[in-house]
């Protein structure tokens, strides 16, 4: 059990496809994070939430759309995705303000294939 | 920009030996330090962090060793066990924006 649950595991998806991944923490966090993680790659950063607001968009393209109703779900909205984007989505949670040092918590992510 | 990268891509250790994973980092002003675990087909697990005032700091087999002087950070895993094959990811914290910057991820096998 890591408290955060991501759904689906799994997405194969046409680029005309519109899709939308889900993560709810069970941590009590405040903020919120979705990353990218393709192979051999660092994880790359996308947006954060805190508090429900948009604290970070990394350059994100805009195909790629985050929506953050309440500080315990986050979703990504994805359309007319490209090839390039086929990779492992992480959501991760963190409470940044019980303190500076507070790690993130990940979900087991997102595996999606674009087609 | 900048960016924490690891010495080496894959490490094989014999079960039952120690194994030191190392970490190189480029920000000297970076203030908190993390290491994660990640398992096939799974998200990154949080195993230990240290704070940029500490030179060391021991959880259960694992210790974190910090040496701010050449930006030098490495993750020592004691008796390691074939649960601990994974993917292993320094992280560090931009003291700016408090973003974590992350590693590309050494791969520990544990040879039985």
């Known amino acids: 059990e890591t408290g955060v649950t991501q759904t689906p595991r799994h997405l194969v998806m046409g680029m005309t496809n519109k899709k939308s991944l889900k993560c709810e923490q069970h941590?009590?966090?405040?903020?919120m994070y979705w990353y990218k993680q393709s192979a051999k790659k660092p994880l790359e950063l996308m947006f954060v939430?805190?508090?429900?607001?948009?604290?970070e968009n990394n350059s994100v393209p805009s195909r790629f759309s985050p929506e953050c109703p309440n500080s315990s779900h986050l979703f990504l909205h994805l359309h007319t995705l490209q090839p390039e984007d086929s990779a492992l989505y992480l959501c991760?949670?963190?409470?940044?303000?019980?303190?500076?040092?507070?790690?993130?918590?990940f979900g087991d992510g997102t595996r999606l294939s674009i087609l | 920009g900048e960016s924490v990268g690891l010495h080496l891509p894959t490490l094989s250790v014999q079960e039952g030996d120690n194994s030191i994973i190392n970490c190189a980092y480029s920000?000297?002003?970076?203030?908190?330090f993390i290491w994660y675990k990640q398992e096939s087909g799974k998200g990154p697990q949080f195993i230990i962090d240290i704070r940029s005032n500490m030179d060391k700091r021991q959880g259960q087999r694992v210790t974190v060793l910090l040496n701010k002087t050449v930006k030098h950070l490495s993750l020592q895993i004691a008796a390691t066990q074939p649960g601990d094959s994974a993917v292993y990811f320094c992280?560090?914290?931009?003291?700016?924006?408090?973003?974590?910057?992350f590693g590309q991820g050494t791969e520990l096998s544990v040879k039985p």
């Open positions: 992280a560090e914290r931009d003291n700016q924006g408090g973003k974590l910057i």
């Open positions: 920000n000297s002003a970076s203030d908190y």
């Open positions: 941590l009590g966090h405040n903020a």
């Open positions: 991760a949670s963190s409470q940044p303000d019980r303190g500076l040092d507070q790690p993130q918590h």
């Open positions: 939430y805190n508090f429900k607001e948009q604290t």
